[in-house]
């Protein structure tokens, strides 16, 4: 599928993106910041949270142009102990409030061992995995969450009031791709449902529930008042422990930071949003080396489990990121020409030619 | 169904708890920390993981009896920094060294905002949620995991690679009861499929898996070479998150301790295990106050969702075991004949006569 798109060199396209955001009053660090989140998310393969949302989402160019982003919004230190902090985004690009928050994070646990950074009035964010992952280069196993849109039922009931809330956690590997884990708590994203509402298909049992909580397979009863299904489905195989575990990203996010939890913050009729950055310093716990060691041997382990009947392999996490990765820094990032029409829509507004594919 | 069962005066059964561990030689502050564990779990309705236990795991009275487990063993910090520890247990009862290593953790949140300790050569420890509740009083939300059973198979797999591992997060309340979350990472844990088996019964699809990987609702299959799915259950349903979260806690337990993961720990034939204990001190972020004011608000709110079609209404985490801590601290702790049986047994072993039914 990803080779009838358009690919784009994604040195260029990190130009482009750098040179939008400073088009549009954002300060070098930051649009560098933005540009980063983006871009990475893309080269990741997580193609739902980076250049696609850029010239369509509120939280990035179109809020940027209305003026409901504030681009020069500084991440501000509101509350602070030695391995502890909450920041105020103060509504800027929500790429910058949580690189900073995870720099903080990152900071502190180089001193103390530990470090964790509470965020609120940020935006979105993008990936999860692209704020986990830049505590790996310092050693360190990286930790992010954030509020999504209020799209999840609690168990038991009907409606919205769960947030489609995402963590992800990273830890360094040696020789092995880094262990990395990206995933909202809701069984499935909303990305899926419109794509099976496109096409016309049913969706499988335990995504999704219509308008009075019960178990539904047409995707067009969650548009009609039903609601993602947190992870699990079904109360019977387990779905309290997403509904916990979504509500666990609200209390260190929403919470913590003193902005509130996911119905809370969504009646805002807003798009502020909050997040949490952790780091935690391997070398407070033991050898570097040693840990690389082992985390290649569990991930070898866990590689060489038998398929399966019917099934390829096992694969782990962080696997497939690392292969999307190597695969679009060498050969350039696909876009969906949808993607390319909005981002060709924002250069004419802004002026700054998208640079052309390198393979279409 | 409780109400069939013998009902035990929760302060006579904890006398009798700890006079038991200290006539197996285990030091009084030692004692107390293991009858603290297992009587909390029984309080909570944890039933799975309270006194049941005592008299049958290798790892509590039979590893004592049978010098598999050390009572004078003394839990040792082995590597250390201001936010976090490593902590060796040495062999000896996992509710010791998991207790004093929570308490290291609180100690350093009480110091820096964040505490966070792994801990190897344990046992099993009991309920996760005991060591994150311990955080509550200290106006800190606890954190604890550890790695259970070999039981789980990674997703596109065959057989058992991954643990049984659980995971609790506790955070304070205010006038409602703290959240507490405490879950296995598989879709349910061994004891449902026991059940289901001893009654003839057939399970829910996306509980396990046969010996060649294949859905089945069969519960024999589980002995038969087969396994337990990840929380998601099926590929479409997101069992590679429920996958990702059981690496995550071995990673935290195991590979940061430095003992290992589920596959290579087990395959040792010992009940030694590692832990990972942490806590977050809310005054490193905000007011305690503000943060008790809106957990009631977003366990209010949550509670107020309209209940789906059928159903009766939405619970939050914490709740039920709430509920059950007060009934059973005034009528008593509800035992299973069965494990009445195995406890009078030990009774007469140890010589300690169990404590008379107040309610049967």
Known sequence: MADTY???????????????????????Q??????????????????????????????????LQNGTVDPKAVPEV??????????????????????????????KAKKTGAGFVSVKNSKHYGASSHYA????????????????????????????RLGINPMSVAAPGGDEPPFILDIATSVVAGGKLELAKMRGQQVPTGWIVDA?????????????????????????????????????????????????????????RNDLTPHFQGALLVEGFGSLEAFRAMMDNMVQTLRATEPAAGAERVLVHG????????DREQNGIPYHPQVVGTLEKLASEVGIPLPAPVKG
Chains 1, 2 share one sequence.
């Open 319 to 326: 696997e497939k990121e690392f292969a999307a990765q190597r």
């Open 78 to 107: 509101v509350h602070e102990a030695a391995s502890t902090a909450v920041m105020d985004g103060h509504g800027g690009l929500g790429a910058v409030a949580a690189t900073r928050a995870m720099e903080l994070a990152i900071a």
């Open 212 to 268: 009075e909580g019960r178990p539904t397979n047409d995707p067009d009863d969650f548009w009609k008042g039903g609601a993602l299904l947190p992870l699990g489905g079904a109360p019977e195989t387990g779905s309290y422990k997403g509904y916990g575990l979504s509500v666990m990203i609200d209390i260190l996010c929403g919470v913590l930071s003193g902005m509130g939890f996911a119905a809370s913050i969504r009646e805002g």
């Open 6 to 28: 358009a690919r784009y060199d994604a040195g260029q396209i990190r130009a482009w993106t750098n040179a939008v955001f400073e088009k549009l009053s954002v300060p070098p």
């Open 133 to 160: 992952a830049m505590a790996l280069e310092h050693g360190m196993i990286g930790l992010s969450m954030t509020i999504g849109g209020l799209g999840v039922v609690p168990t038991f009931g009907r409606g919205r």
């Open 30 to 63: 930051d649009a560098a910041a933005a540009t980063d989140a983006l871009v990475h998310a893309d080269l990741m393969g997580i193609d739902s949270h980076g250049l696609a949302r850029l010239a369509v989402l509120q939280s990035y160019a179109p809020g």
